[in-house]
């Protein structure tokens, strides 16, 4: 563990000389922008970060069209999904880091620009081997992308209007991946799969020298610090197992294969090693402290498990119509788009609100409706009808408006400035490891809690049960034979378990999201009158 002591730096990378060090306000920051400059700057930022975001979830349908052109197995294919996301998953917690060794704007400029360019190898793969690769790069720079923004958009605006930044900010995160099936259908029926990755090339470029511009002379200050590598060593290991572990445990059958028991053991022993080695480093590369602030911890906790929870239903409500009640991809997608509409329009309003209530009330209210919605669709049956479907799916548009932006305005509440960059990046690499958790969870309950069901239906469906041998009649009756009637029963049979699974899965989101209402409460805002404001107070 080094000591070696930390010194401020200038574009140079020599020490600055204190008479010519640039004039900032007492806080390390610089004042909000204004008029046309705010608006450029937030164009930019929400530009570069739905690139992000849609790239994560663009790639999701049109896997078995790049396995079939790059000559693999659609299994193999899912190694485009994985390596995102293991890469991701490792650099996002980084971004504190990074940030204090390059400065944010240089960093997320070269985030975007680097985006862009891993972006277009990606387009131009010519096997798996290295798209996979190309895409591991995608994946590990995009990381500080949406922390970064974050901070940016905050320190973009005034104090009293922190609300309406995160606001501006999170429609581009709840868009994006309603957009990206969508879209990532559509090309791939219509063009060649690499278009999904091309579009991100004249997007990018613009984000990037669109932000350059306006906040070039904005950097925040540079520290260099010595590379804790052991800290970014075992932080590698235990993400990357954990990832593949989530990733793959489904399809491996979980702990009956050895492959993810080795994993497991490698993710825990390098996880507690990793958290005892951060806590007692000189400059460690994930600042772990940030869990003793309270109102982080608390905003952070419920803003993670509630979107694992959320997250997990969002897979699981298309992997259900489409597998169970017969609908094609594209109806899947038609049925889950109207999660958007509410969630566009009412984010500006949360926002406004923010600047002057407490975000407790609202977040709690956001949990309500997420429950609301869980208990609509526990009452879901073979029989339900598109309408039916889609209604709480456009009720779920307010809760994501008024969830998303309160805890996130929660959990960085107080904080100091330097350390904005630090926490969001660490909020957002929860988030998206809970994401990946409750996928997982959610998918493997599903199966497992079918089979629970047709095992229990198919006790009831033998000779001599009246219900049993009137269908068998029927169906004889028609001219079909034995067997292939006993084959339509269970159809029917594992259509019923199914649903029946996926209802209790909704009953205890349900349930999940009424008892994290305690944990936001857990949480101190520092003034309840100004709960927006004070995200913003480490952006200034």
Request: proline share 6%.
């Amino acid at each position: 563990m080094s000591t070696m002591t930390a010194s401020p730096e200038d574009d140079t990378g020599k020490a600055p000389e204190a008479p010519t060090a640039p004039a900032q306000p007492p806080s390390g920051g610089y004042p909000p922008l204004e008029g046309s400059a705010r608006a450029f700057g937030t164009i930019a930022l929400s530009a570069a970060v739905f690139m992000n975001v849609l790239d994560s979830s663009i790639a999701n349908v049109s896997i078995p069209t790049i396995a079939g052109d790059l000559g693999v197995s659609a299994t193999q294919g899912t190694w485009v999904i994985t390596s995102f996301a293991v890469a991701n998953a490792i650099t996002v917690p980084l971004t504190g880091w990074l940030t204090q060794r390059f400065g944010q704007v240089r960093l997320f400029v070269m985030s975007v620009l680097l985006f862009v360019l891993s972006s277009w190898l990606c387009g131009f793969a010519w096997s798996l081997e290295s798209l996979v690769f190309f895409r591991v790069v995608q994946g590990a720079v995009a990381g500080p992308m949406i922390p970064l923004s974050q901070s940016l958009m905050l320190a973009s605006y005034p104090r009293a209007k922190a609300g309406m930044a995160l606001a501006l900010w999170s429609m581009t995160i709840l868009v994006g991946p309603i957009a990206g099936p969508l879209l990532g259908g559509w090309i791939s029926d219509n063009y060649a799969w690499s278009w999904i990755f091309y579009i991100n090339v004249p997007v990018g470029l613009l984000a990037g020298w669109a932000s350059w511009q306006v906040y070039k002379t904005r950097e925040s200050r540079r520290i260099r610090l010595p590379i804790d590598r052991m800290g970014l060593f075992l932080l590698i290991v235990w993400v990357g197992a954990l990832q593949l572990i989530l990733d793959k445990g489904k399809e491996l059958e979980w702990f009956a294969s050895p492959m993810i028991c080795v994993l497991a053991v490698v993710s825990v022993v390098t996880f507690v090693y990793f958290v005892i080695w951060e806590l007692t480093a000189a400059h460690p590369v994930v600042d772990l402290t940030l869990f003793a602030q309270r109102n982080f911890t608390a905003g952070t906790l419920a803003l993670s498990v509630a979107y694992g929870v959320f997250f997990g239903t969002v897979v699981l409500l298309p992997l259900w119509l489409q597998n169970t009640l017969g609908y094609t991809a594209t109806w899947a997608g038609v049925a889950s788009a109207p999660v958007g509409i509410l969630a566009i329009i009412l984010s500006p309003v949360v926002g406004k609100l923010l600047a002057r209530h407490d975000p407790r009330p609202i977040a709690t209210l956001a949990f309500l409706i997420f429950a609301l919605i869980s208990y609509m669709r526990a009452q879901f049956n073979t029989s339900v009808d598109l309408y039916t479907v889609m209604l709480p799916t456009f009720i779920q548009g307010a809760a994501m408006a008024t969830f998303f932006i309160p805890l996130t305005t929660l959990s960085l509440s107080g904080l100091n400035p330097e350390r904005i960059p630090a926490a969001a990046g660490l909020s957002n690499f929860f988030r998206l490891v809970c994401g990946a958790f409750g996928t997982s969870i959610t998918t493997t309950i599903w199966d497992n809690r079918a089979s629970l069901h047709h095992s229990r239906l198919t006790e009831v469906a033998h000779p001599g049960e009246p219900a049993f041998d009137h269908l068998m009649g029927g169906l004889q009756s028609l001219g079909v034979d034995p067997q292939r009637g006993a084959g339509m029963l269970d159809g029917v049979i594992n259509q019923q378990a199914y649903t029946m699974s996926a209802t209790d899965i909704f009953y205890a989101s349900a349930l999940i999201f009424l008892v994290l209402i305690g944990l936001i409460w857990l949480a101190r805002p520092k003034s309840a009158a100004h709960g927006g404001s004070g995200a913003a107070a480490g952006a200034h």
